[in-house]
């Protein structure tokens, strides 16, 4: 079964710092994986994902991530956090066809962020 | 615009009580989602079904039952046999392909005292 593991729990950089949160999995084949934000309250927002190809991948809001397979990691980075990036973030890595169908995603436990000013 | 929407926003109910949450999409995906998000442990899938009339159990699908009997709807009865429904509880929705991922609707809180 896969699983995705995400070491922070809270992270706080100060605006205008870089960023980079943490993302483990362990899955048996290649993995789909994404990043996902929650604002508090809300639903969740895709910021990016990966499929294949190119292992650094471009989302929005100026995220970027690195897929890793010898060390099963998917971490997100941004070169500059902005206040509106306090959030909690997500990721999540996706089986496919498994038995009975569906795309199934596994989620981490979440990474909140808080962004001092 | 297309997207996912959940009603209410906020649901109260007495314990021992069913309660039935709405899910409505205009996306046109086969697909759609149940989860249960508490604190400190992400997202947990409760139900999902992947074409009309069909559904499959997720890893927490006890107490929870769904139906799927239109492709834009797919809402969720949390019964009274669930031991601890105070939750946020969300929907979402895919398509079929190459792309799988999912997008999310607003959310509801329910609150069972």
């Known amino acids: 079964a896969q699983s995705v593991t995400q070491p922070d729990i809270h992270i706080t950089v100060s605006e205008g710092a870089s960023l980079e949160l943490r993302c483990n999995y362990s899955y048996g084949a290649t993995p789909y994986l994404f990043w996902y934000v929650q604002s508090p309250g809300q639903g969740l927002q895709l910021l990016l994902k990966?499929?294949?190809?190119?292992?650094l991948v471009q989302g929005i809001k100026g995220f970027e991530a690195e897929f890793k397979r010898s060390q099963s990691s998917f971490n997100l980075r941004k070169p500059s956090v902005h206040w509106s990036d306090a959030a909690e973030y997500f990721c999540?890595?996706?089986?496919?066809?498994?038995?009975?169908?569906?795309?199934?995603?596994?989620f981490g436990t979440g990474t909140q962020l808080k962004v001092e000013l | 615009d297309g997207g996912i929407t959940q009603s209410p926003k906020y649901l109260f109910r007495k314990e021992g009580q069913n309660v039935t949450l709405s899910c409505e999409q205009n996306l046109n995906h086969d697909a759609m989602y149940w989860y249960r998000q508490d604190p400190g442990q992400g997202l947990r899938l409760i139900y999902y079904s992947q074409i009309v009339n069909d559904f499959q159990k997720g890893d927490i699908a006890e107490g929870y039952s769904v139906s799927r009997e239109k492709k834009e709807s797919f809402p969720l009865t949390v019964t009274s046999a669930q031991k601890n429904p105070t939750a946020f509880y969300l929907c979402?929705?895919?398509?079929?392909?190459?792309?799988?991922?999912?997008?999310f609707g607003p959310g509801t809180r329910l609150t069972v005292t």
């Open positions: 999540a890595v996706g089986a496919f066809r498994v038995t009975g169908g569906g795309n199934k995603l596994t």
């Open positions: 979402a929705s895919s398509t079929e392909g190459h792309s799988y991922e999912q997008y």
């Open positions: 990966y499929f294949s190809g190119d292992t």
